[in-house]
Structure formats: structure tokens, C-alpha cells
Nanobody
């Protein structure tokens, strides 16, 4: 089964930056619409940002102006650049793709394993 693999999480000071990456475990697969979600302890999972195959983006109000979602279709990778991080951004971040496709095969509603982001002084 093809999966999404996230990387780039870690611990930073408030105001710091991190860049998360999301790629298919099999690089021959193209990624469709990608959503980044996050879930903090004791809270519901929330949508942070999304990007369509054509590069259209949308953001949660809480991250507008601080986070940027982008994609490199040549590398089949989606990024979430996070600047101006705040303690309330602390969460496990997950990427989700509506589909992964390659010649003759497709997977739908694919999730990554999550990557921890901790913002603390």
C-alpha cells in the first residue's frame, strides 16, 4: 500500500520556523489535492491548509499570513512552510491526499503518519 510520509517536524522557539514535507512512499505516484491537518492534545483535528493539483490554496484563519502551502509536482512533494510559530501551533501535523495516482493504479484518501511540531520557550 502506498502511504504519505511527512517530515520536518521538531521543536522551535516562539517566532521560529519549520518546513514540513509530504511525499508519497512510492515516488512514482502523483499527488492530488492535499490537506494539512493538525491535532493538539485534547482537541479535535483541524484543517490548516489545502492545495489543489493546480496550485490553488486555502488556509485556516489562525495561520493566514504565517503558513504557506506549496507543491513541487516534479518531486511529487507538498510543503507547509510555517513562520512566526506560536505555542498554540503545537500539534501533530498530518497530510492527507484525496488520491495518489500512477499509470494503471490509484489510492484514495491517503493519510500520513503525522509529525510532531512543538513550539515552546
Amino acid at each position: 500500500q502506498v502511504q504519505l510520509v511527512e517530515s520536518g517536524g521538531g521543536s522551535v522557539l516562539p517566532g521560529g520556523s519549520l518546513r514540513l514535507s509530504c511525499a508519497a512512499s512510492d515516488s512514482t505516484y502523483s499527488i492530488g489535492i492535499v490537506h494539512w491537518y493538525r491535532q493538539a492534545p485534547g482537541k479535535q483535528r483541524e484543517l490548516v491548509a489545502l492545495i489543489t493539483s493546480g496550485g490553488n490554496t486555502n488556509y485556516a484563519d489562525s495561520v493566514k499570513g504565517r503558513f504557506t502551502i506549496s507543491r513541487d509536482n516534479a518531486k511529487n512533494t507538498v510543503y507547509l512552510q510555517m513562520n512566526g510559530l506560536k505555542p498554540e501551533d503545537t500539534a501533530v501535523y498530518y497530510c492527507n491526499a484525496d488520491r495518489l495516482t500512477t499509470h494503471g493504479n490509484a489510492w484514495f484518501d491517503v493519510w500520513g503518519q503525522g509529525t510532531q511540531v512543538t513550539v515552546s520557550s
